[in-house]
């Protein structure tokens, strides 16, 4: 799963985990090593918030992404006790049409940007080739 984006890592994780009868709780326990660094620390911040003191402050979540901040929000309803499952799917949909968008997005881009990187690598030395004779001569007959 290396290089899944984190949401949707952790969406699949929640669910396998959930398909399995375990609790969110635990389940986010024992996932807590295999989350990307970043995301890792907010989920480990609500499991804290939620353990000492049965809520979490949403406000935590302002400055994250509309997906991540979705998924944080899910598993708050899910340590509640709220059923989560058919939104935790729906979710994961939702972020692997987001990544399979971005994915299209990128490679629509791929053959212009191979263009620019040759355009500047071939333009310099084209003008080498078409200038070099030309300056070469021009040197030689200030020479004499």
């Known amino acids: 799963m290396e290089g899944l984006a984190p949401p949707l890592h952790l969406c699949i994780e929640v669910r396998m985990m959930m398909e399995r009868g375990e609790s969110i709780n635990s389940g986010l ?17 609500l ?15 302002a ?4 997906y991540r901040r979705e ?17 935790i799917i729906g979710l994961e949909h939702e972020i692997k049409t987001a990544c399979l968008d971005e ?12 263009l620019l990187t040759m355009l500047l690598i071939q333009f310099p030395a ?6 070099g004779p030309l300056i070469n001569e021009l040197t030689r007959s200030f020479m004499q």
């Not at 295999?34 to 911040?45: G, M």
């Not at 400055?63 to 509309?66: A, G, I, V, Y």
């Not at 998924?71 to 939104?87: D, K």
């Open 103 to 114: 994915i299209q997005t990128y490679v629509n881009d791929l053959p212009l940007r191979g």
């Open 63 to 66: 400055s994250l992404t509309m």
């Open 29 to 45: 326990r024992k996932i807590i090593p295999e989350i990307e660094i970043n995301f890792r620390q907010h989920v480990i911040k």
């Open 126 to 131: 084209f003008l080498l080739l078409l200038f």
């Open 71 to 87: 998924l944080l929000n899910l598993l708050v309803h899910g340590l509640c006790g709220e059923p989560i499952l058919p939104r």
């Open 47 to 61: 499991l804290f918030e939620f353990d000492q003191y049965g809520k979490v402050n949403h406000k935590n979540f």
